[in-house]
């Protein structure tokens, strides 16, 4: 089993900071894509940040230059620092990793999600 822990969600006003991490554990073997989504009530969940094995991120064109995505490969973990929040930053976020498990398969994984509720 794989599993992906979140903390670090909560209330803040507009124009401060938040920082989000996600823990990989379980059954693996390696992790190629992490990443964060997120989800407003109503909404589909869309793409934040990713962030390769190697380091190459990605992210929705809404958070540029706000949010910064990074990784530990020895820890098996993902941040994501929040700056500048927005209302419309309002949402649960969720993390993700695609995984190669020691059996060798390929699964990709989410946790339970954090909420991040900015006030203006």
């Known amino acids: 089993q794989v599993q992906l822990v979140e903390s670090g969600g909560g209330l803040v006003q507009a124009g401060e900071s938040l920082r989000l991490s996600c823990a990989a554990s379980?059954?693996?073997?390696?992790?190629?894509?992490m990443g964060w989504y997120r989800q407003a009530p109503g909404n589909q969940r869309d793409l934040v940040a990713t962030?390769?094995?190697?380091?190459?991120?990605n992210y929705a064109d809404s958070v540029k230059g706000r949010f910064t995505i990074s990784r530990d490969n020895a820890k098996k973990t993902v941040s994501l620092q929040m700056n500048s929040l927005k209302p419309e930053d309002t949402a649960v976020y969720y993390c993700?990793?695609?995984?190669?498990?020691?059996?060798?398969?390929?699964?990709?994984?989410w946790g339970q999600g954090t909420q991040v509720t900015v006030s203006s």
């Open positions: 993700n990793a695609d995984v190669t498990r020691f059996d060798g398969r390929l699964n990709t994984y």
């Open positions: 962030v390769s094995r190697g380091g190459h991120t």
């Open positions: 379980g059954s693996i073997l390696g992790i190629s894509v």
